[in-house]
């Protein structure tokens, strides 16, 4: 059937199989995941696209991390103690208590700067969120 059809049109349809095929073959699992937006401290799961602070063996991991203002901050508690993630000098944000295994989020602050934060509840704890 495809040799009765001018070169033209042949060529088209092997193309036409061809990226039919290849489609095919994407579309198998490994979809993105979605987050809503939510300007107070909440229980969430890490998104794809922010930033993340883990909390584990009594210190913040990465102690210094930099992010866009307004960036969603996905917070982790990995250690079996609370915590908190507490903004220092101005308050800019505070997670309250994040509980053994919890997973809360803030949004950064809009303004550009260096923004140390502390754990209320252990303040030997302390990490910097720099915002640019």
């Known amino acids: 059937m495809l ?4 070169a033209r049109a042949r060529i088209a349809v092997v193309v036409s199989m061809a990226c ?3 489609l095919t073959g994407c579309s198998g699992g490994g979809g993105g995941s979605s987050s809503s937006a939510s300007p107070t401290p909440s229980k969430a799961s890490p998104s794809a696209g ?3 602070i883990t909390i584990k063996d009594f210190a913040f991991h990465p102690a ?3 992010v866009a203002p307004g960036t969603k901050v996905t917070v982790t508690n990995k250690d079996a103690a609370t915590h908190t993630v507490t903004a220092t000098g101005k308050k800019a944000f505070d997670t309250g208590e994040v509980k053994s295994g919890q997973t809360v989020t803030f949004d950064a602050p809009a303004g550009p700067g260096s923004y140390p934060y502390i754990c209320t ?3 030997t704890m302390n990490g910097t969120l720099m915002v640019r």
Do not use: K, M, N, V
């Not at 040799?3 to 001018?6: E, R």
């Open 50 to 52: 922010g930033a993340l």
């Open 121 to 123: 509840i252990h303040p």
């Open 20 to 22: 039919a095929a290849a």
């Open 3 to 6: 040799a009765l059809l001018p």
């Open 64 to 66: 210094t991390l930099t």
